[in-house]
Each structure stands twice: as structure tokens, then as C-alpha cells.
T-cell receptor, first 113, second 114 residues
């Protein structure tokens, strides 16, 4: 499509439950990036993919977080055993190459209670 | 370690006047800089970018200036319009050393009053 699509828009989970977020990049874009916005104005890089391969995972928490980009499927970000501090807005962005402008989706707002 | 800083959390400007948003960075490896605009409950929207080999880039009402020696960039909006009211984020990347990941500033909330 012409825009980055993210689903769901909102997600509420009890502490300890699993959360799975989805991202469909712009058609023709080979790179997908995930960012976490915890406080109102702080973005943190999590992970990036080049097609289905992990490109950079230096921002991913070592435990509980995993991500995939499989052929012909939306990319996903999964959080096992969510914690209160995982409450944030998770943004996905895509770009044609790693040096091109990143275009962002509308985000998924995760609330862990 | 805040590598990209926007020291003004908010800015208020009269319609028709110039808005100047500032951004400072510490990492000399950054080679690409971008400005994004964000409305509440939406994703950041790309506005304008500049490569470290340039010192100015212009697109319509938006101009970005880069001062590498001072590690400072600024976004000028002329003339400012009420629809420009949003949070503006400066972002930087060290493409050839750290991949494409963006490092964001904390944002500046611009309010343009009619």
C-alpha cells in the first residue's frame, strides 16, 4: 500500500499476558524499523529488518521481546509476559533502503494493566 | 546519554511570522538529519531532511540549516500557519556506521496563534 499500516490501534493486556503487534510496510520498501515511545516525547529504536532478515537488533530488550518479518505477511513484534513498563506507543516505519527516509505508521498504543 | 537534544519543549508564534525550532547533537558520526511533525494519536510525518555534506535545504515554507562545527540544526517555517501547530521532532542517523536507525530529540511543541 501507499502507507505503513499498523494493527491493532489499541491493545490492552494484563501483566504477564502476551502482546502481538503487526506492521505492513509501504509496498516496495525493503526496510522495516520498530520504535517505542514510552513517555510522551521519547522514541527508542528497537529493531530493524531488511526484508525478512534482522538488520539491526541493538535496541531490542534481551528478554520477552521478539520480532519477525516473513515473506508475504505483515511484520510482527511480540512481547511475552508483558510488564507495566511495556506500556507505550509502538511505531513501525519503512524505507526503500537503509539510507532513505523512513515513513511511519500510526502506531499501536499498548496499555499493560 | 541524550545524543540529540531539543532544549525548548514549547514555542508559541503568531500566524504569518517565522517559527525557528532548534536541535543540538553530540555524535559527530551522524551524517543525516530529519525533521518530523507529529499530531496527537498519529505517527510522525516526514517534513524535510539534510545530509551532512550540505548546510541548507529548502522545501516550500520549510528550510533546514545545519552547522556541523556547532553540531546544531534548525528548522525555519515561514510564514507560520495555524495548521503548523504540532510537535516537531529532530532525528539523526549515522547511516554508514550504525545502519539506518533514527535517534530522536525530545520534541518541541509549536503553537501558531491566529
Amino acid at each position: 500500500g501507499e502507507e505503513v499500516a499498523q494493527t491493532p490501534k489499541h491493545l490492552v493486556r494484563g501483566e504477564g499476558q502476551k502482546a502481538k503487534l503487526y506492521c505492513a510496510p509501504i509496498k516496495g520498501h525493503s526496510y522495516v524499523f520498530w520504535y517505542q515511545q514510552v513517555l510522551k516525547n521519547e522514541f527508542k529504536f528497537l529493531i530493524s529488518f531488511q526484508n525478512e532478515n534482522v538488520f539491526d537488533e541493538t535496541g531490542m530488550p534481551k528478554e520477552r521481546f521478539s520480532a519477525k518479518c516473513l515473506p508475504n505477511s505483515p511484520c510482527s513484534l511480540e512481547i511475552q509476559a508483558t510488564k507495566l513498563e511495556d506500556s507505550a506507543v509502538y511505531f513501525c516505519a519503512s524505507s526503500q533502503t537503509e539510507t532513505e527516509t523512513q515513513y511511519f505508521g500510526p502506531g499501536t498504543r499498548l496499555l499493560v494493566l | 546519554d541524550q545524543q540529540v537534544k531539543q532544549n525548548s519543549p514549547s514555542l508559541s508564534v503568531q500566524e504569518g511570522r517565522i517559527s525557528i525550532l532548534n536541535c543540538d547533537y553530540t555524535n559527530s558520526m551522524f551524517d543525516y538529519f530529519l525533521w518530523y511533525k507529529k499530531y496527537p494519536a498519529e505517527g510522525p510525518t516526514f517534513l524535510i531532511s539534510i545530509s551532512s555534506i550540505k548546510d541548507k535545504n529548502e522545501d516550500g515554507r520549510f528550510t533546514v540549516f545545519l552547522n556541523k562545527s556547532a553540531k546544531h540544526l534548525s528548522l525555519h517555517i515561514v510564514p507560520s500557519q495555524p495548521g503548523d501547530s504540532a510537535v516537531y521532532f529532530c532525528a539523526a542517523s549515522a547511516y554508514y556506521n550504525q545502519g539506518g536507525k533514527l535517534i530522536f530529540g525530545q520534541g518541541t511543541e509549536l503553537s501558531v496563534k491566529p
